[in-house]
């Protein structure tokens, strides 16, 4: 007998959201999102760098957050490295054109940017692919713009910008009874 299998799933699991991210939509077909499954050890150093950035940037949530991967049987993370632009003109950058955004100084705090619109709508899709099909599978999970900063800022990931989420498959939702902490 095998008492709860279902925990050695979580890898299999974990690629298979991260499957539903490569193949969601791309504005113009172009792929510029980037994908990771982190080590267990991984795992650990994030929670930790989460930590380091709450000090940095005093929010007190990324140590919340941070527990919330110690606590997680797996993270993934989805990227953008972006390679380009929409070449549409449309302005949702805050640049007049497509041209003036790409002859602007990037500027490199947790995420670099400014970036094309497109490829942020490419991240979210990606992302909410990968959460639905979370969702699918039945794990519990949570989108964390905390884990994607920190992974960045920290270059655990080489992408622009990134989300986290997290992924539990346990009794009960660690994810949902989240103490609230905000800046002080």
């Known amino acids: 007998m095998k008492l709860n299998p279902e925990l050695e799933s979580i890898e299999t ?3 298979i959201m991260l499957t539903a991210a490569r193949t ?3 504005g113009k077909g172009i792929d510029d999102i980037v994908t990771c499954l982190l080590s267990p050890e991984e795992k650990s150093e994030l929670a930790s760098r989460m930590e ?6 005093d929010l007190k949530f990324l140590i919340r957050d941070a527990k919330n991967v110690r606590d997680a049987d797996a993270i993934v993370l989805i990227g953008l490295k972006a390679s ?3 070449s549409l003109d449309c302005g949702a950058c805050g640049f ?5 955004m790409l002859e ?11 970036q094309c619109m497109i490829k942020y709508l490419d991240l979210g899709i990606a992302v909410g692919s990968a959460a639905a099909k979370a969702k699918d599978l039945c794990i519990d999970n949570r989108i ?3 884990a994607g900063a ?3 800022y920290f270059e655990m990931i080489d992408a622009d910008t990134a989300m986290g989420i997290p992924l539990s498959i346990k009794g009960k939702n660690v994810f949902f009874d989240r103490e609230s902490t905000r800046k002080s």
Not at 52 to 57: C, G, H, N, V
């Open 84 to 86: 380009g632009v929409g």
């Open 104 to 114: 602007h100084e990037k500027v490199r705090k947790e995420f670099l940017g400014p």
């Open 24 to 26: 969601a939509p791309k």
């Open 144 to 146: 964390m713009y905390s």
């Open 96 to 100: 007049e054109t497509c041209k003036k």
């Open 150 to 152: 920190a992974a960045c």
């Open 13 to 15: 699991l974990a690629k």
């Open 52 to 57: 380091e950035l709450s000090e940095i940037k």
